[in-house]
């Protein structure tokens, strides 16, 4: 798994974005795939999801994923759920000890959050839609409610998919203008007429770091040209695959 050195230094918490490495799935999900919502065994991603749990220090039951579907949701957990029937939404905000929230990725943008000092932590899926959406604003805001600050978070913006591999329609800048003119610094030009090449990460960074998230770090690492590490839903559909695997992203709070 990656760690950030600005969550690393903590001893109030342990995180990791994990890789694809180290698991038990074999074929296109080869072989950390966490993913329940893939089509791989489900018996086999239990087993993996237990090997992410046990690199944090919790019980596979206490690794905690929600059913995505790319929205500005976001669950308060204070207790463990039923990792085949999981609320809906897009990111997890918990100050409960011993609770590691996740969220699962394959090209789209897993957040980690922390405020060290308040003992809060969050995570969230931040596709295209979510991001637009605002789902790093409505973390930040449910961690205030659990007593964050947000000049005191630090937020870590994990493997995904960069500019360069990113290719989007001529219809897809015109929400992002919409929404702030200033958004145009996300978008260039790509060899095919009227498209662009979107930088999602660069996107987010701005956005946490506007809205007074008090440091962003993004990792620099791309999902989609790192296939020894990484599974990527662009390149399978590239290469007409018929599932890809999800990459996991953790964080969890030490209990004292």
Known sequence: MIEA???????????GFFTREGGH????????????????????VAKNRATAGEALGVPGSHLLTVWQWHSPDVIVADTTWDPLAPPKGD??????????????TADCAPLLFADMEAGVIGAA???????????????????????????????????TI????????PEFPAPFLAQDTGNADFFIPSKQARHHMFDLPGYLARRMTGSGVGKVVNLNLCTYSDENRFYSFRRATHRREKDYGRQISAIVLNAE
């Open 125 to 159: 899926h931040a596709g295209w839609k979510g991001a637009l959406a605002g789902v790093s604003d409505a973390t930040v805001a449910a961690m205030e409610k659990l007593g964050a600050r947000r000049e005191r978070i630090n937020a870590v913006i994990g493997p």
């Open 91 to 104: 990111a997890i905000v918990t100050a409960k000890p011993g609770l590691a929230i996740a969220v699962l």
């Open 162 to 169: 960069s500019q360069p591999a990113y290719e989007v329609g």
């Open 25 to 44: 799935s074999d074929g296109l999900f080869a072989s950390l795939n966490c993913g329940f919502g893939s089509g791989d065994d489900k018996p086999t």
């Open 5 to 15: 050195s600005d969550l690393k230094s903590s001893t109030a918490l342990r995180h």
